[in-house]
């Protein structure tokens, strides 16, 4: 436990020392520190400090979000950015979520010898993919010795003896340290966003068109904080397209999270871009299966505990010629998240889905189950 963490914290300190204020100061960025608060479409304030700019960009990023549970608030619990400040294994660890991060963390703490409960309301784990991918996950937890526990809303939760009791429906479960898992919410509370004119939704987050163009003219808003997507790779590819279609020197276009890839990286990884089968049945969607024992690399490396699902539909004008187009890829497998670029590659440039069939893949690798 304590290598994995010195690992962790060792690696995140390598990443993050690329991306200082120091860092951006020697590539001629001028770095502000302080709490910024927009004033106008033009203006920024710092303080008594004013600073104005032709355009600007809102990315203020979100935190995790710990939902109202009774007595939430009477017990010290841990997100995952926290997570990773513990120097010793807990006795046992509560996972609220069945999501990505509580499914990643669930196997990984199981794995380091610690006692896990995940606690689900939904009736199944990663309810944002294919059933078949969340079934997948869940047993992979279950074989790994992880308490699954779907269909168990939390009423409540309050200290013990023990650590933390957590209250269900079904009965209440003790575990020394609590995490949250449950989503994020974006930072826009004291920023000024709304009295300036930029419209938030419900929950916060900063409203945005295709282009990530604000209420407000002359404003854009990237990142967590516009509750898109919550991926850095997102927020990577939001940056450029604002700040492109911002300065209007090169419009970069609209930003389009069908055609952003994601991976929740437990093992076996769940990997998807696209629309779901069952989202894309109302597109005219045809399914392409393949059950990872009819593939020769997961028979050789004994992993054949999942699969490959490539959808596509009718083109524009020339409809099922050539396959159609790829709409849609949930992969399951070892390397799934690597495996599923080519198919977001086919559906960003709008390839005919026969062109991966007639693509040669080297035998016996991991990409050629796409072929």
Known sequence: FEAAMTRVHD?????????TADVL??????????RARLASADTVMVG???????????????????????????????????????????????????????????????????PVVVFEAEDRLLTKEEPEAGAAVAGALVAAGVDVRTGQRIESVAPAAGGI???????????????????????????????AGVELDPRG??????????????VYAVGDVTGKLAFTHAADEMGRLAVGNALRTRPRGEFRTTWIPWTTFTDPEVA??????????????????????????????????????LIAGPRRV?????????????????????MIHEAALAMRTRMFAGRLAQTVHAYPKWSMGIQ
């Not at 100061?25 to 302080?34: P, S």
């Not at 608030?73 to 950015?81: A, G, K, W, Y």
């Open 272 to 309: 998807r871009v696209g629309m779901t089968e069952e989202a894309a049945a109302a597109h005219g969607g045809r399914v392409a299966y393949l059950p990872l024992d009819e593939m020769d690399r997961a028979i050789t490396d004994g992993r054949t505990d999942g699969y490959i699902k």
């Open 205 to 218: 987050h900063v409203v945005t068109d295709s282009r990530l163009a604000t209420t407000l003219e002359g």
């Open 165 to 195: 009791a957590v209250h269900t429906g079904a009965g209440t479960v003790e575990v020394e340290q609590l995490l949250v898992a449950v989503g994020r919410v974006p930072n826009t509370a004291d920023l000024g966003l709304d009295e």
């Open 25 to 34: 100061r020697a590539e001629g960025v001028d770095v502000i520190e302080g």
């Open 11 to 19: 690696t995140i300190d390598r990443i993050a020392a690329t991306e």
């Open 48 to 114: 008594d400090r004013r600073i104005t700019g032709r355009r600007i960009v809102v990315a203020t990023g979100g935190r995790p979000f710990v939902p109202p549970i009774p007595g939430i608030d009477t017990v010290t619990t841990l997100t995952n950015e926290s997570v990773f400040d513990l120097s010793e294994p807990p006795r046992s660890l509560g996972i609220v979520g069945g999501g990505p991060i509580g499914c990643e963390m669930a196997q990984a703490f199981c794995r380091l010898g610690v």
């Open 318 to 338: 020339l409809r099922r010629i050539g396959g159609g187009e790829i709409i849609g890829a949930t992969i399951v497998a070892p390397r799934a998240g690597e």
